[in-house]
């Protein structure tokens, strides 16, 4: 049999339209088109609207006279002679204030808590449930009402102060409390405690690493104390105590000396820590579950008792699980604080959106700097808690 020659037929080039990569290309430059053209858009009808309402745009009323006064500041401010720079720095100085206080205090409540929660005592587990089951299915706006008005305001005036123990007064103005006087020397003593943190912190690490070669533990909490408080305590007697105490005193009519904390910031921080610490306590109960029940049981079997436990092996274990979510929670804090203008506490988006931006008429100026200062504090706190993931996620050999 004669065999029939078969032609070759080449196929034919294909269009690059179907080429999944050079596809993808195309999409991308379309996307960053369509961006562009609505961002330079925003900019253009924004610029013009500035343009019609006769309203520079810059940032020329930054060393402009403020004008006003703000009744919290951790910076010298007035009203005859501070800027609208310095009224900036008011602002975000209490923002950062109440947002570091605030993420303490609501880790330790959470973590109570989220602990609490499973507790074996029946009273403790139903008083830590309906703490979180309360406090996280009612608005923070409404929390915030809560202990500004229907907590702090109905307190009796400064001529009826309700006095606690340690000269600490009570009233619908704030908390009055003694107010530290500094004498000189008072810097060794703030350098002590310095050195007693890195020395305490140097020396965990170090306790901690010897623990994982030979077994071997050591008192990390109370030689860590001692660093932290016996080391400042040795230098402040050795240079003559140089740390006094104004003590409030109750007059007729009002209260004189001691240092005021105003209402507003301890409703915006006692409604923040608790409204947070209840998702947290979320987190940890979470975290705790996702141990397996047979590490606490070998850890009972090598005769650790339930704190014991609890500290060294479910813990550590339950923190890979509880860190990112308790970022989330750490931002939500934090983004949550501009609330504050509710209350009338001057933090950055009461004192720089509110105030400055009805004197000077800068809304664009204003929002983009208050939106800036906010995704860098989020940053900045995503990344410390990202490093310190890392530092407790699981290596891999």
């Known amino acids: 049999m004669s065999s029939i020659p078969t032609e070759t037929v080449s196929p034919g080039k294909a269009s690059l339209f179907y080429d999944p990569k050079i596809r993808g290309y195309v999409y991308q430059i379309v996307l960053l088109a369509v961006v562009g053209f609505l961002i330079w858009s925003a900019a253009s009808n924004a610029i013009e609207n500035l343009r019609a309402q006769k309203i520079a745009s810059g940032f ?5 006279a403020a004008g006003f006064d703000v009744n919290q500041k951790l910076i010298p401010f007035s009203a005859s002679g501070s800027t609208y720079g310095q009224a900036f720095f008011v602002g975000l100085l209490n923002t950062l204030l109440v947002a570091a206080i605030g993420i303490v205090l609501a880790t330790i ?6 602990v609490a929660r499973l507790s074996g005592n029946w009273i403790i587990a139903k008083l830590a449930m309906i703490y979180v089951e309360l406090i996280r299915n009612i608005p923070l706006l409404l929390q915030l009402f809560f202990w500004y008005n229907a907590v702090l305001k109905p307190l009796p005036d400064a001529r009826n102060s309700i006095h606690l123990p340690g000269s600490i007064y009570l009233n619908n103005r704030g908390i009055i409390l003694p107010s530290p006087q500094f004498a000189p020397g008072f810097e060794a003593v703030v350098i002590a405690l310095l050195v007693g943190i890195a020395a305490a912190v140097a020396f965990v690490i170090w306790a901690r690493g010897q623990q994982a070669k030979t077994g071997k533990q050591y008192p990390n909490g109370w030689i860590a104390l001692a660093l932290v408080v016996g080391l400042p305590l040795i230098v402040f007697f050795a240079t003559g105590r140089p740390l006094s105490f104004d003590y409030p005193q109750q007059g007729r009519f009002n209260l004189t000396g001691g240092v ?11 409604g923040l820590s608790t409204y947070t610490a209840a998702f947290i306590a ?3 109960r979470a975290g705790i579950l996702a141990v397996s029940r047979g590490q606490t049981e070998a850890a009972h079997a090598l005769g650790l008792r339930s704190g ?5 092996v479910v813990i550590p274990q339950a923190m890979r699980v509880i860190i990112p979510p308790l970022t989330s929670q750490y931002l939500n804090l934090v983004k949550n604080s501009s609330l504050a203008v509710a ?6 988006t009461q004192v720089f959106m509110g105030t400055v931006l009805n004197q000077t008429g800068q809304a664009v100026e204003m929002v983009s700097i208050t ?4 995704l860098t504090i989020s940053l900045v706190t995503s990344f410390a808690m990202n490093i310190y993931n890392k530092r407790m996620a699981l290596v891999e050999r």
């Open 60 to 64: 020329g009323f930054w060393n402009n």
């Open 109 to 114: 409540i959470g973590f109570t808590v989220g």
């Open 260 to 270: 005021q904390i105003f209402p507003e910031f301890v409703a915006l921080l006692v």
């Open 282 to 284: 979320e987190v940890v």
């Open 308 to 312: 014991p436990t609890l500290k060294l």
């Open 343 to 348: 209350i009338g506490y001057p933090d950055l």
């Open 371 to 374: 939106m800036a200062v906010y």
